[in-house]
Structure formats: C-alpha cells, structure tokens
C-alpha cells in the first residue's frame, strides 16, 4: 500500500479530566474518503481540529507526507494543504460567491485584507476561485450573493472556498447537515468527484451518506476508535454493532 498522504498517530487530547480524544490513529490516502463515525461526543469534531491545527494535540503526533507537522498552526497547515469546513457556516452573506472564494484563496497567496496589494496576486487568487467554482458545482451561481443561496448551495459555497486554497486534504465536518434528500445526493456526487487528487476525511452521522461514498471509516466511542476498515468490514463488526451501528 502506498504512505499515507496525511496521518494522525496515537493523539490525544484532555479537557481537564475528561480525554476527549484518546490514542486515535488514522491514516488517509490520496484518492479516498475516510469517514469517522461515532455517538454524539464520541470526539470526531475534536480530532478534526487537532488535524487542521485548531487545537494543539496532548500528545501524538500529526504527519504530512512523512514529515512531523504536530502543533504547527492552522495558518500554516492550511498553506501545506490542509483544507477544512466547519460544521457551522463560515461565510460572508453579502458578498458573492466568487467574492466569498477569491477572499478564501487570497488567504493563501497574501494577506486577505489587503486587496489592493499586488494585481498579479488578485489575478492567481481570481483564478484559483474560477476554478474551485467550477469543481463545486457553483459556476452558474457565481455571481449571486451568498444569501441569496439555498442551504445546500451554501455548504456546496464551504467547499468552494476550501478549494480555492488548493488542499491536498480536505477535513469535512459534516458537509450534509441539514440537507434534504436532492441536495445531499448533489453533496455527495461532488465528494466522488473531489477524491481524485484530494485525501479525505469526513465526519458525518448521516450512515447512509457515509455507508454509500466512504472507501474506508472508522468508528469512535468515547474518544477512543474501536474500529476502522472498509464499510462492510465495519458494517459486520460485532462491536461496532453492540456500540453503535444498531441495526444499520
Ligand atoms: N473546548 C472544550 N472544552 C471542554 N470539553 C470539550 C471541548 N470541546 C469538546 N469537549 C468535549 O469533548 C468531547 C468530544 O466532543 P466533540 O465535539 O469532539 O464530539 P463529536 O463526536 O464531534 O460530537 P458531535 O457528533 O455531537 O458533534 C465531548 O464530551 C465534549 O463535551
């Protein structure tokens, strides 16, 4: 098998007493998406922002290509190409959508706020928003302001502009959430998609959504994984199935 693309090692992280993530190892790869499932709790919002550098890890280690990149800052794991959405909309409503995803790309050419620096950077960062535009399916919605936007379209806007700042990983925390059934399956056409070129990583407690795109998931409960493998050695797992899958 091929070296993992982007890799956590043993991490762990404490709140006070409580070990929100505890010895978690995971290992993604260029050309799939690996999802991390688990209970309400369970520490899958935890352990993505210990990968993109939201939060420093109490002990493990985090991998990029091989190289040892636990406890950079987000700011500079987001340039080496970790890439991420939040469960929670991080938008500008006013501004349009190639607006939204030029700011995003500018992120990572320049400083964002000062626009009025370099035309060559602002063409780069043009060109770079046209292009993750097109990949998430938004082209014809370009010029349309982010408010003026369906929910789906919205989340479709989230991945766009994590696009914009050409990852090689995208961490993806939820990106169904609130969806009816038309746009999910929209969201979920799109992660295919998104695989050829990417590593991913998508938390998700929509199981059929995870059941269906995922090449790989892995199962946690209480911070720790019990489990991971391709979705039918998960889906067979007995102690997957006494912890949480049911009757899935
Ligand atoms: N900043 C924090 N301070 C203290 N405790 C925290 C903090 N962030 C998360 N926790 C706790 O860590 C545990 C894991 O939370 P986390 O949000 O990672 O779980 P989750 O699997 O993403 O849950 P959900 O599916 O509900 O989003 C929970 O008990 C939560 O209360």
Not at 20 to 30: P, Q, W
Not at 112 to 140: F, V
Not at 159 to 177: H, Q, S
Request: charged share 20%; proline share 4%.
């Amino acid at each position: 098998m091929s070296a993992a693309l982007f890799e956590a090692r043993g991490l762990t992280r404490r709140f006070g007493a409580l070990v929100a993530v505890s010895e978690v190892s995971v290992a993604l790869f260029e050309g799939e998406i690996h999802a991390v499932i688990g209970t309400n709790g369970a520490g899958k919002s935890t352990l993505i922002n210990l990968l993109s550098g939201e939060l420093p890890p109490s002990s493990g280690e985090v991998l990029l290509d091989g190289q040892d990149v636990t406890r950079w800052p987000q700011p500079k794991l987001a340039h080496a190409g970790i890439g991420r959405s939040y469960q929670r909309n991080n938008i500008f409503l006013p501004l349009t959508v190639a607006e939204n995803c030029r700011l995003a790309a500018q992120a990572r050419v320049q400083r964002p706020w000062a626009w009025w620096e370099s035309a060559q950077a602002c063409r780069t960062s043009t060109g770079r928003a046209k292009a993750a535009i097109e990949r998430a399916g938004l082209a014809a919605f370009a010029q349309r302001t982010a408010a003026s936007l369906s929910h789906g379209q919205k989340r479709q806007l989230e991945i766009a502009m994590c696009l914009a700042t050409e990852p090689r990983v995208l961490l993806l925390d939820e990106p169904l959430a609130g969806m009816g059934p038309e746009e999910s399956h929209r969201m979920l056409d799109l992660l295919r998609a998104l695989k050829t070129g990417h590593a991913i990583l998508l938390v998700e407690h929509d199981m059929d959504a995870v059941f269906a795109v995922a090449d790989r998931i892995t199962v946690m409960v209480n911070g720790a994984v019990i489990a991971t493998g391709t979705p039918d050695e998960v889906r067979t797992n007995r102690d997957v199935q006494a912890a949480y899958l049911g009757g899935h």
